[in-house]
């Protein structure tokens, strides 16, 4: 580390992830927070003491995304934003996304501690229901403040139980008064361990993201007739779940065939109706997902999951219908920021390595209305969206350290 610069004190981030950790604890090691349950509110009304303990104010927009600004010298100037998300996936792990909000959170103490104002104000955002765990799509808070997501359309999502996005913000008291999307950044920063074993693997502790992976959701519905599950003979049936079966080992196979250069294909989510033993489905609910480094390559990918889901109808006797679900692409963030990224790196003697990200994260949204650049830190073999989830923190405050520093010059321009 270069002399006369900022550092975080890893000891007590430390002690803050362990904290949150304790709040939704499943399986021993790992979290299920999903957005806007009761453990949610547990960790938002963590966060927000925290975020005031440090100075800072807080305001909460109708979507429950929460803002935790500390001021700048200059309150006319937009505030550089650091975030990412504190809920989890329902076999969740303790630091996706939960590393970047308490490390932003780390940036504001750290401030403190010496005493420094920046020009413009650091902002440490809290998004609602990054995961989409609970509720569907996934970046739901950030891609609505971002005007990607109807604000209508969101309150009114269900999750499984009937219960809409709206009615759950209200239940945990977390429908703010701010009003949704109308916050200006100057920039937004987000550290996030990078949920693939790249970084673990080569022993790097920091990851500049420089783009996405370009990724597609596919929502399907296959449609067939119910039946008796013994009594209708096999050459009468339109068995729908048959069909998705189809579909779902196809697509496997799609991505088989593009793994060699980094093609990614599943089934993320099956609904069978009516799902009950003796009788066969009528109705079957897919959630594909699709990603590739190469846009060329990711076109031929589709046209290819196109094929087989027609193959998949013809076999089984079914109708399915496509319907695109969220999307984005690989050029994803600003070249100023991503330089400031790689000369605060250089400047603190921090080796790095430049990368796309395989995930999805809120950044995506955010930088279609702010300048915008991620920071990755390692995970232990890259698993992620589990509850084995782990990361070491030595291996973590180079990132913190970087993110920390980079904050302060850019809100000091």
Not at 115 to 144: D, H, Y
Not at 146 to 151: I, R, S, Y
């Amino acid at each position: 580390m270069a002399t006369n610069v900022l550092e975080i004190d890893p000891q007590r981030l430390w002690s803050t992830l362990e904290r949150s950790a304790a709040i939704g604890r499943f399986r021993e090691v790992g979290l299920r927070r999903l957005a806007l349950s009761a453990e949610d509110k547990e960790m938002r009304d963590q966060f927000v003491q925290w975020a005031r303990e440090a100075g800072c104010t807080v305001e909460i927009d109708r979507l429950g995304n929460i803002f935790a600004r500390r001021a700048g010298s200059d309150p006319s100037l937009p505030p550089v934003a650091i975030g990412s998300h504190l809920d989890t996936q329902i076999c969740g792990g303790r630091y996706d996304g939960i590393l970047g909000v308490l490390c932003g959170l780390e940036v504001v103490r750290t401030l403190n501690d010496r005493g420094l104002q920046t020009k413009r104000g650091i902002e440490v955002i809290c998004w609602t229901n990054e995961e989409g765990g609970r509720f569907a799509p996934p970046m739901m808070g950030s891609m609505a403040f971002a005007g990607v997501l109807p604000l209508d359309d969101v309150l009114a999502t269900k999750d499984d139980d009937g219960i809409t996005v709206g009615q759950a913000l209200d239940r945990i008291g977390y429908a703010g008064p701010a009003p949704l999307g109308q916050r200006k950044f100057d920039a937004y920063l987000e550290l996030h361990i990078e949920q693939a074993p790249v970084l673990d693997r080569d022993k790097v502790d920091v990851g500049i993201v420089v783009g996405g992976y370009k990724t597609r959701a596919l929502r399907l519905t296959v449609r067939g007739d119910t039946g008796h599950a013994g009594g209708t003979p096999m050459a009468m049936r339109r068995n729908a779940l048959v069909g998705a079966g189809y579909v779902i080992a196809a697509v496997n196979d799609v991505g088989l065939a593009y793994a060699a250069d980094e093609g990614r294909t599943t089934t993320t989510r099956i609904e069978s109706f009516p799902n009950l033993p003796g009788t066969y489905a009528e109705e079957v609910k897919l959630t594909l997902d699709y990603r590739h480094i190469d846009a060329g390559r990711f076109e031929a990918m589709g046209r290819d999951i196109e094929a087989a889901i027609a193959e998949a109808a013809k076999k089984a006797n079914v109708e399915i219908d496509v319907q695109q679900g969220w999307s984005w692409g690989t050029e994803l963030f600003a070249p100023e920021c991503i330089d400031l990224l790689r000369t605060t790196a250089r400047e603190l003697g921090l080796p790095y390595r430049e990368m796309r990200s395989q995930a999805g994260h809120d950044a995506y949204a955010v930088a279609t209305v702010a300048p915008t650049a991620m920071i990755f830190t390692p995970c232990f073999e890259g698993i992620s969206h589990n509850v084995k989830e782990d990361i070491e923190l030595a291996r973590s405050v180079p990132g913190a350290n970087l993110l920390l520093n980079a904050a302060v010059a850019r809100a000091n321009r």
